[in-house]
């Protein structure tokens, strides 16, 4: 289902609030695309009052920008999906506008007014305390289906074929606000990768991001030139198609570097044998946590660089193509959803 598509009425029965931060509209888009409903999606901007506290801003439009406010009109809608902190209050003044009728479910914490929300979902490893209104889901939604993986599947193979197999793609992210992408990282991560493409046979499918930095993307350049194993790189300024979603259909193999909630949780959504390469300093403890769930539910395995080599064969070298449940987080929150709008009548 697209966005901004209206109902046989021509009424919006769904919102997804969408503010500048990819990773929560991602979230918030993968839920309403999970409930297979029309949806309008409303780009949100804010100035410089959203830093403020949800305990301030409260019920309010306080920190939205002029032009985003002209988009929040009657009628309001019967359901509203946002994620992240500062869609909060938001979503909580278009409640009240609608004298209470509007439900609202807020992906992650929102900080504030919990009463308030209809539905809170937020993933296992943030530790909320259980409420009537709190959904605790494996991990963060995502918009990677496995009718997405088919479609993209087909649509990228034509473009690896005749690479030998195992495809082992190489998923790198980057610095965050609190951890830092080191050039040793960067040399670890790719060398592991090449050491099991060589022992294995196969080819590397490899991709940076915005965060990974120039220097690190250019060392992972250099070190991929010089390995002889059969790769593709995907540079985060390259100007061709992005292959990431052909890269999670077709891999037989992923690593994907800790940093990142939504990648690790994207990764394991696909059914190729997910290693997540989290050494110390590359991930904040609430990514740590994630990832020890996503282990004890079977979705995703550490990569277990610096163990001891088993008959001369370093073991991050012996990656195995393992099959587990496809990661589908925005499914339980498009139930409770439904379940919602169903209630309303």
């Given at each position: 289902?697209?966005?901004?598509?209206?109902?046989e009425?021509?009424?919006n029965?769904?919102?997804?609030?969408?503010?500048?931060?990819?990773?929560?509209?991602?979230?918030?888009?993968?839920?309403?695309?999970?409930?297979?409903?029309?949806?309008?999606?409303?780009?949100?901007?804010?100035?410089?009052?959203?830093?403020?506290p949800?305990?301030?801003?409260?019920?309010?439009?306080?920190g939205?920008?002029?032009?985003s406010?002209?988009?929040?009109?009657?009628?309001w809608?019967?359901?509203?999906?946002?994620?992240?902190?500062?869609?909060?209050?938001?979503?909580?003044?278009?409640?009240?506008?609608?004298?209470g009728?509007?439900?609202?479910?807020?992906?992650?914490?929102?900080?504030?007014?919990?009463?308030?929300?209809?539905?809170?979902?937020?993933?296992?490893?943030?530790?909320?305390?259980?409420a009537?209104?709190?959904?605790?889901?494996?991990?963060?939604?995502?918009?990677?289906?496995?009718?997405?993986?088919?479609?993209?599947?087909?649509?990228?193979?034509?473009?690896?074929?005749?690479?030998?197999?195992?495809?082992?793609?190489?998923?790198?992210?980057?610095?965050?606000?609190?951890?830092?992408?080191?050039?040793?990282?960067?040399?670890?991560?790719?060398?592991?990768?090449?050491?099991?493409?060589?022992?294995?046979?196969?080819?590397?499918?490899?991709?940076t991001?915005?965060?990974t930095?120039?220097?690190?993307?250019?060392?992972?350049?250099?070190?991929?030139?010089?390995?002889?194993?059969?790769?593709?790189?995907?540079?985060?300024?390259?100007?061709?198609?992005?292959?990431?979603?052909?890269?999670?259909?077709?891999?037989?193999?992923?690593?994907?570097?800790?940093?990142?909630?939504?990648?690790?949780?994207?990764?394991?959504?696909?059914?190729?044998?997910?290693?997540?390469?989290?050494?110390?300093?590359?991930?904040?403890?609430?990514?740590?946590?994630?990832?020890?769930?996503l282990?004890?539910?079977?979705?995703?395995?550490?990569?277990?660089?610096?163990?001891?080599?088993?008959?001369?064969?370093?073991?991050?070298?012996?990656l195995?193509?393992?099959?587990?449940?496809?990661?589908?987080?925005?499914?339980?929150?498009?139930?409770?959803?439904?379940?919602?709008?169903?209630?309303?009548?």
């Amino acid at each position: 289902m697209t966005d901004n598509a209206m109902t046989e009425t021509g009424q919006n029965r769904i919102w997804v609030l969408a503010d500048d931060r990819p990773g929560n509209v991602n979230q918030a888009v993968g839920v309403a695309e999970a409930m297979a409903c029309p949806f309008k999606r409303i780009d949100i901007s804010y100035g410089g009052a959203a830093r403020l506290p949800n305990f301030i801003r409260r019920a309010s439009l306080l920190g939205v920008t002029p032009r985003s406010r002209e988009k929040l009109q009657a009628p309001w809608p019967d359901l509203v999906i946002a994620a992240g902190r500062r869609t909060a209050p938001v979503a909580r003044w278009i409640k009240r506008q609608s004298g209470g009728k509007t439900r609202i479910c807020q992906i992650m914490r929102p900080d504030g007014g919990e009463r308030e929300f209809d539905l809170i979902a937020v993933p296992a490893h943030d530790g909320v305390r259980p409420a009537e209104n709190v959904l605790e889901i494996p991990g963060a939604p995502h918009r990677i289906s496995e009718t997405r993986l088919v479609l993209e599947g087909k649509a990228w193979q034509g473009k690896f074929q005749g690479m030998p197999r195992p495809l082992i793609a190489l998923i790198v992210g980057g610095s965050t606000k609190k951890t830092r992408f080191t050039a040793a990282m960067a040399r670890d991560v790719t060398e592991t990768a090449i050491n099991a493409a060589r022992y294995n046979g196969g080819s590397l499918l490899v991709t940076t991001s915005r965060r990974t930095g120039r220097e690190n993307e250019a060392l992972i350049a250099e070190l991929l030139e010089k390995a002889h194993v059969p790769f593709h790189l995907h540079g985060w300024n390259s100007t061709e198609d992005n292959p990431y979603f052909g890269f999670l259909a077709l891999a037989d193999i992923l690593i994907v570097t800790g940093d990142s909630v939504s990648m690790c949780c994207e990764a394991c959504a696909a059914l190729g044998g997910v290693y997540i390469y989290a050494p110390d300093g590359i991930a904040a403890p609430r990514h740590r946590r994630l990832h020890q769930n996503l282990f004890d539910r079977g979705f995703a395995r550490p990569l277990a660089v610096g163990e001891l080599p088993v008959n001369d064969v370093p073991s991050v070298t012996r990656l195995e193509a393992f099959r587990h449940p496809s990661l589908q987080p925005a499914r339980l929150v498009a139930q409770r959803c439904l379940e919602l709008i169903g209630e309303r009548g």
